[in-house]
């Protein structure tokens, strides 16, 4: 607790010393930063050093826990404080009236590859620039513990008692983050959102529920499991499996060597399940883009969307570039690299996530909703009705707070 009051503390008073880092009052040409990616860190100081070398201005950024950057930057934004730019999921853009996003109205004229643009546009406009796309969730399984990767989750199921005879666990995944239950859900017809709005009361929604609470029963799921089961605890080896994003691709791929091994995520009674996808995208909050920093926000768009600056993103973050010229180049230059196959294959298969107001009220409603649930204090029935309750109220209190 004392803490998280320090961390907190310390943050006030760096919000409140923006405006001078922002170059507000100097005479030296500055665009402030914020970004919750910290694969991106080492990106940022390389491509800041050569932005400056070719336009004079410098690249002030932060790097905030993952969690923090949002509720940060509409504190920013109602304090007058906001950077000039924020390097976030496309999903912030449900929360664009209280950020104040800026609209694109001219985008910007690279060609992205598909499902780039439409990760930031909502009702018609667009409200970011994408510049990695993917985000998307696989199975990745260490080979010196299970030889073959399992393409359905009953035959992974199966393999637990030989697994475990080896004095190691089955899988590792984040069990109450919301995104990694999404594709049990979706293996059951289910989806959070769509068209006509929210969509978390209906039956398939429950009967995906119901097969994750089975997870649980079995004793597939370890309910305290925490990034550091899918990342740490399976390169040292507790774990034959694990389901994390496509940014852990790199990382796990060099530390564990040979024994790398990367599948799609695993059929439930024939059908695929599929994870949401989405894009990192600038945003600019505070309507900054329309601001007096207008034209050199404009220039390090234009300079992060060139060939070399979107292949730099990509080898320091493990995520896909979004123009179609880098994506391209980076896709044929792995045409023979079976596990980048799959990499492909599982990108291809995902479901887009909406960057609308009704999906970031969803992601709050099924968060109450699974933790009600797993802990059985609901029903299935309950829970799915619940979540839709949640989310519909907290949907109209975003628009009466936005208002």
Known sequence: MRYTFFVRFIWLILVASLPISAGVLGKERQLVLWYEKFEAESAFTKLGQQFHAETGITLVVQHMPTG???????RAVGEGVAPD???????FIGNRAILKLSEIAEPFSQPMIEGATSSVTDGGKQYGVPLLYGNHLMLYFNKSLVAESANSWAGLIAQREIVEGKGVNLIAWKPMEMYWVIPFLTAFGGVPVDDNGIQLGSPEIAKGLEYYRQQTELGVINMRCSYECVYEKFIAGEYA?????DWAFNQLKQK???????AML???????????SSSITLMFPGDALNGHRKSDID???????????????????GMMPTTTQAYSEIKQSFK?????AVFFAQMEHTIPMPPSPEM????????????????????????????????????RRQSETQK
């Open 336 to 340: 023979d690299d079976p596990d980048m």
């Open 299 to 317: 220039s390090f768009v234009r300079f992060m969307l060139t060939a070399d600056a979107q292949r730099v993103m990509y080898q320091e973050t």
């Open 360 to 395: 970031s009220a969803a992601w709050i409603g099924m968060a109450k909703g699974v933790a009600l649930y797993m802990r059985g204090k609901a029903t299935g029935e309950q829970a799915v009705e619940f979540m839709q309750t949640h989310a519909e109220r907290e949907l």
């Open 241 to 245: 499996y694990a389901i994390n994003g």
């Open 68 to 74: 923090d950057l949002k509720a940060s930057s509409i």
């Open 85 to 91: 730019i924020i390097f976030a999921p496309s999903d």
């Open 256 to 262: 564990l060597g040979l024994d790398f091994g990367v």
């Open 266 to 276: 695993p059929k439930v009674d024939g059908a695929r399940m599929r994870s949401m």
